[in-house]
């Protein structure tokens, strides 16, 4: 088990070495000549107007929503998948029932109109 | 350092309630000496994997719109990327002046990260895996989706409003997708009734999973290609509607760190189909390693088929895609699935009614 993780913990911090090596060998040699109009946001040439950081449409927060319902849901499913085959005929049952509520969740939001995106 | 990471170590061991060991106990010094060669292994096979897949990606670009592609640097052009690679890494550094500075440059960080790590979860063999983990689907999932969050980092932290729209249609796009990817995953789970990918990998040995789960190898293949962004769901770059989405304002070196990630992330999304759908490693003859590259590279190839043949979707229309057709077909399919494995059972004496 250390050794698992201690391998994940290599991969994770070893990954995030190597991305900071790249971009100090990039910052080694780079050119140095800074100038205003590099740094402006691009935005076709235009001038930007206005800030960026508004209030943001209200669809992807509804999706935002029903996907943190469902991946929930899905993650209660993958133990149960797993033990699916050495268990009897109950845990079908009551999985066909956890899945009717899933249905019943999408038919839901379907009438709501969440699904679409205007 | 080492006292560092012996209280770190102590530390967990007491929050999950394990017997102390002291960490040269519990991890020898052979055990991080093989960390460090496959990692140092994973990390050359992803150096090699996107030179690789960059030009292919070009090569078959050029072959399906019926043009040559890059074929001057070095034999048929093979060392077109390299010569990129070079150019980019001494490239000046850009940053917009009105950005979220610390936002904006670990974003590309991120992602190489994620990628590196998703590389080191891969089952390249039997006992060729750097880490395998009981749980190894959820968590190759899981750590999958935290692309979702190096996209918005990079969205937000420009302060562009054209990385701030693609920024958010992509995020909502890996999101709704995810669902459907991570149903059609649990038919498999449910025929081979392990998370490991070593096991899913040699319990088809005898028959692969996609011909015994077709409607999943259909549903994951769509909802892999919407994860990576690949068209037909491209939202993300839709260069007509906002000038390249997240990235438009990363140039030069983190622009090449977010298109490393990229082609990472399409090898191992392909790798991952061909571990659940084309019996990983499995393969007479050859050493199972090559087998696994090989499977990944024709899944590739047929991802880049699909990407190159079809046009942009609508992106209300990818969204109702999703919600109203894939994820109740991968509910129904899940359902028919446990019959068929129900049924089966009953018919081979497996259980009892």
Redesign the interface.
């Given at each position: 088990m250390a050794k698992q993780f201690g391998t994940l913990f290599l991969f994770l911090a070893g990954g995030f070495v190597l991305s900071l090596v790249i971009v100090f060998v990039n910052w080694l040699l780079r050119p140095r000549n800074p100038n205003v109009a590099k740094s402006r946001t691009y935005e076709c040439g235009l001038e930007t107007e206005g800030p960026t950081w508004v209030q943001f449409k209200i669809s992807y927060y509804l999706y935002a929503l029903i996907f943190v319902v469902f991946d929930v849901e899905v993650v209660f499913l993958y133990p149960w998948a797993a033990a699916f085959k050495s268990a009897g005929l109950l845990p079908f049952v009551e999985m066909a029932i956890f899945i009717g509520v899933l249905a019943l969740g999408i038919w839901f939001a379907w009438k709501k109109g969440a699904f679409e995106w205007n | 350092m080492v006292g560092f990471l012996t209280t770190i170590?102590n530390w967990a061991q007491g929050i999950l309630g394990l017997p102390a060991t002291s960490l040269a106990d519990?991890?020898p010094w052979w055990?991080?000496l093989?960390?460090?060669i496959?990692?140092v292994g994973?990390?050359i096979l992803l150096i090699i994997n996107v030179i690789m897949l960059i030009w292919i990606e070009r090569r078959a670009a050029g072959f399906f719109q019926e043009r040559v592609g890059p074929n001057r640097v070095g034999p048929l052009g093979l060392l077109q990327t390299v010569n990129d690679t070079i150019k980019?890494?001494?490239?000046?550094?850009?940053?917009?002046?009105?950005a979220d500075k610390l936002i904006y440059l670990i974003a590309?960080?991120l992602i190489?990260?994620?990628?590196?790590?998703m590389?080191?979860l891969l089952p390249y063999g039997p006992g060729i895996t750097?880490?395998?983990?009981n749980v190894g689907?959820?968590f190759f999932l899981a750590i999958s989706s935290v692309n979702t969050l190096s996209v918005l980092m990079a969205g937000?932290g420009?302060?562009?409003?054209?990385s701030?729209l693609g920024g958010?249609r992509t995020?909502?796009q890996i999101?709704?997708y995810?669902?459907p990817m991570?149903?059609s995953i649990?038919?498999i789970?449910?025929?081979t009734?392990?998370?490991d990918l070593g096991t899913i990998a040699s319990s088809q040995a005898h028959v692969w999973n996609v011909f015994i789960q077709p409607v999943a190898f259909v549903i994951f293949v769509i909802s892999a290609l919407a994860e990576l962004t690949k068209s037909p769901f491209d939202m993300t770059e839709a260069e007509q509607e906002f000038?390249a989405g997240y990235h438009?304002?990363y140039s030069?070196?983190?622009f090449?760190?977010f298109f490393m990630g990229e082609y990472a992330n399409l090898f191992s999304m392909s790798a991952l189909g061909v571990v659940l759908f084309f019996g990983g490693a499995n393969g007479p003859f050859l050493p199972p390693w090559v087998w696994f590259i090989g499977k990944t590279y024709v899944f590739i190839l047929f991802m880049l088929w699909i990407r190159w043949t079809f046009l942009r979707i609508r992106?209300?229309k990818m969204?109702?895609f999703n919600?109203?057709v894939l994820?109740?077909i991968s509910?129904a399919n899940?359902?028919l699935t446990?019959?068929g494995?129900?049924i089966w059972?009953a018919a081979t004496g497996a259980?009892k009614?």
């Amino acid at each position: 088990m250390a050794k698992q993780f201690g391998t994940l913990f290599l991969f994770l911090a070893g990954g995030f070495v190597l991305s900071l090596v790249i971009v100090f060998v990039n910052w080694l040699l780079r050119p140095r000549n800074p100038n205003v109009a590099k740094s402006r946001t691009y935005e076709c040439g235009l001038e930007t107007e206005g800030p960026t950081w508004v209030q943001f449409k209200i669809s992807y927060y509804l999706y935002a929503l029903i996907f943190v319902v469902f991946d929930v849901e899905v993650v209660f499913l993958y133990p149960w998948a797993a033990a699916f085959k050495s268990a009897g005929l109950l845990p079908f049952v009551e999985m066909a029932i956890f899945i009717g509520v899933l249905a019943l969740g999408i038919w839901f939001a379907w009438k709501k109109g969440a699904f679409e995106w205007n | 350092m080492v006292g560092f990471l012996t209280t770190i170590f102590n530390w967990a061991q007491g929050i999950l309630g394990l017997p102390a060991t002291s960490l040269a106990d519990a991890l020898p010094w052979w055990d991080i000496l093989w960390a460090f060669i496959y990692f140092v292994g994973a990390v050359i096979l992803l150096i090699i994997n996107v030179i690789m897949l960059i030009w292919i990606e070009r090569r078959a670009a050029g072959f399906f719109q019926e043009r040559v592609g890059p074929n001057r640097v070095g034999p048929l052009g093979l060392l077109q990327t390299v010569n990129d690679t070079i150019k980019l890494l001494g490239k000046e550094w850009i940053m917009p002046a009105a950005a979220d500075k610390l936002i904006y440059l670990i974003a590309p960080l991120l992602i190489v990260t994620i990628s590196v790590t998703m590389y080191g979860l891969l089952p390249y063999g039997p006992g060729i895996t750097p880490v395998t983990l009981n749980v190894g689907i959820l968590f190759f999932l899981a750590i999958s989706s935290v692309n979702t969050l190096s996209v918005l980092m990079a969205g937000w932290g420009s302060n562009n409003k054209y990385s701030l729209l693609g920024g958010m249609r992509t995020v909502a796009q890996i999101i709704s997708y995810e669902i459907p990817m991570a149903l059609s995953i649990i038919g498999i789970v449910m025929i081979t009734g392990s998370l490991d990918l070593g096991t899913i990998a040699s319990s088809q040995a005898h028959v692969w999973n996609v011909f015994i789960q077709p409607v999943a190898f259909v549903i994951f293949v769509i909802s892999a290609l919407a994860e990576l962004t690949k068209s037909p769901f491209d939202m993300t770059e839709a260069e007509q509607e906002f000038v390249a989405g997240y990235h438009t304002e990363y140039s030069g070196i983190r622009f090449t760190l977010f298109f490393m990630g990229e082609y990472a992330n399409l090898f191992s999304m392909s790798a991952l189909g061909v571990v659940l759908f084309f019996g990983g490693a499995n393969g007479p003859f050859l050493p199972p390693w090559v087998w696994f590259i090989g499977k990944t590279y024709v899944f590739i190839l047929f991802m880049l088929w699909i990407r190159w043949t079809f046009l942009r979707i609508r992106v209300d229309k990818m969204m109702k895609f999703n919600w109203k057709v894939l994820i109740p077909i991968s509910l129904a399919n899940l359902l028919l699935t446990g019959v068929g494995i129900k049924i089966w059972q009953a018919a081979t004496g497996a259980i009892k009614w």
